[in-house]
């Protein structure tokens, strides 16, 4: 046996495990508000979201994550969320949403109007509650406007 195939079956038997200590060491994290804190999921389901390119005519794809249903808990306002998976940046507004199947897209279609029934429901009883308090006294008359008169 040669001098390096002994050098070889040594390092071949050792296990090199290198053990680096981070150079920073972080004391807290630091939270991240996502302003979703006040709010529940009704419905989520994994989609990728796609917008219209109007110079190719053509969709594109804009990102692929979780679209979710999420219902405030103070007002009962529901909203649709999407983010994309490993950046959790928002990317739904003004977009196609593409399922993995029919039977997908069918099940938020049943999920957002109901979701747009609650949301009149609850929009019409917030209207209720502020024809209900009273009026403030020292409030002015607002006198209309031209514009406002036709």
């Known amino acids: 046996m040669s001098e390096q195939e002994k050098k070889d079956a040594v390092e071949a038997t050792t296990v090199h495990d290198p053990q680096f200590d981070p150079v920073v060491k972080l004391e807290h994290q630091v939270e991240v508000k996502t302003n979703e804190e006040d709010e529940e999921a009704m419905f989520k389901i994994r989609a990728k979201l796609f917008r219209f390119d109007k110079e190719s005519k053509e969709w594109k794809e ?75 006294k020292d409030a002015k008359e607002s006198k209309p406007t031209e514009e406002t008169k036709s």
Do not use: W, Y
Not at 70 to 87: A, N, S
Not at 108 to 129: D, L, M, P, R, W
């Open 62 to 136: 804009r990102g692929t994550g979780d679209v979710r249903l999420l219902k405030h808990k103070d007002t009962g306002k529901i909203r649709l969320v999407m983010r994309r998976d490993k950046t959790l940046k928002v990317c739904a507004n003004h977009f196609a949403i593409r399922f993995a199947n029919s039977e997908n897209a069918n099940l938020f279609k049943k999920e957002f109007e109901a979701a747009q029934k609650s949301n009149e429901a609850a929009g019409s009883s917030a209207a209720k509650k502020d024809d209900s308090k009273p009026a403030d």
